[in-house]
C-alpha cells in the first residue's frame, strides 16, 4: 500500500529565508509524486509533479521539489520565502489505476 | 470559468438528518473524487468514480453514498449524519482516474458541521 509521510505539521522560516518541506512515500511500484498548495479557504492546487524523466521538477511560484528514489523523498524547496508563500502544503502519491493518497499536510508560517 | 463547483458552500446539520452535497465540473473529465479534510489528518478518500456509471470506495467510505449518473455530476449523500462527519469535504476532478500523469482539479469545499 502507498502512503505519504510529511515531516513537521508546521514549519515557519523568516521572509527571504530558504523553504524546505520534507515529505518521503512508500510504494511497491514506481511512483507519480505530487505537491499541492491550499490558502485559508480554498481548495488545493497543483505546485508540481514528478512522472518519469528529470528528477528535479519546477514549479509555480519558484517552488521546485527533486525525486530521490534511494531515498524514498519528494522534498519541496524555495530559495526564498515571501510573505505570500504563507499556505498549507501537501504532498500525494500515485500510480496508475489509483487515486491520489494526501500526506497529513504542514503549515508554513513566513514572518517578516 | 472551467472548473468545479460544490454546493453549499457551508451547512450546519441536525445530527440523523439527510444531506447531499454536490458536485458539478464543466472540464469533461472522466475521473471525479470525494475527500474530506480534517485537522492534522490531510484530505482522506471517501469515494471516487474513474467514468460515468461507475464508483468505487476510497479509505473512509463508511456512511457516506455516492452516484454517478453523468460526466458532470457527483453527489455525496450522508444518509444520516453523526457528529464524526464534521469536515471540510472537497470535490475534485482529473482527465483520467486511471492516469495520474493528469493532476487533480479541486472544488472550494463545503463546510459541514453536524451538531
Known amino acids: 500500500a502507498q502512503s505519504v509521510t510529511q515531516l513537521g505539521s508546521h514549519v515557519s522560516v523568516s521572509e527571504g529565508a530558504l523553504v524546505l518541506l520534507r515529505c518521503n512515500y512508500s510504494s511497491s511500484v514506481p511512483p507519480y509524486l505530487f505537491w499541492y498548495v491550499q490558502y485559508p479557504n480554498q481548495g488545493l492546487q497543483l505546485l508540481l509533479k514528478y512522472t518519469t524523466g528529470a528528477t528535479l521538477v519546477k514549479g509555480i511560484n519558484g517552488f521546485e521539489a527533486e525525486f530521490k528514489k534511494s531515498e524514498t523523498s519528494f522534498h519541496l524547496t524555495k530559495p526564498s520565502a515571501h510573505m505570500s508563500d504563507a499556505a498549507e502544503y501537501f504532498c500525494?502519491?500515485?500510480?496508475?489505476?489509483?487515486?491520489?493518497?494526501f500526506g497529513k499536510g504542514t503549515t508554513l508560517s513566513v514572518s517578516s | 470559468i472551467a472548473g468545479i463547483t460544490q454546493a453549499p458552500t457551508s451547512q450546519i446539520l441536525a445530527a440523523g438528518r439527510r444531506m447531499t452535497l454536490r458536485c458539478t465540473q464543466d472540464?469533461?473529465?472522466?475521473?471525479m473524487y470525494w475527500y474530506r479534510q480534517d485537522l492534522g489528518l490531510g484530505l482522506r478518500l471517501i469515494h471516487y468514480s474513474n467514468t460515468a456509471g461507475t464508483t468505487g470506495k476510497g479509505e473512509v467510505p463508511d456512511g457516506y453514498s455516492v452516484s454517478r449518473a453523468n460526466t458532470d455530476d457527483f453527489p455525496l449523500t450522508l444518509a444520516s449524519a453523526v457528529p464524526s462527519q464534521t469536515s471540510v469535504y472537497f470535490c475534485?476532478?482529473?482527465?483520467?482516474?486511471?492516469?495520474?500523469?493528469?493532476?487533480?482539479?479541486f472544488g472550494s469545499g463545503t463546510r459541514l458541521t453536524v451538531v
Open positions: 500525494a502519491v500515485s500510480q496508475a489505476g489509483t487515486a491520489l493518497i
Open positions: 472540464m469533461r473529465h472522466n475521473a
Open positions: 475534485a476532478s482529473s482527465l483520467e482516474g486511471t492516469d495520474p500523469l493528469y493532476g487533480y482539479t
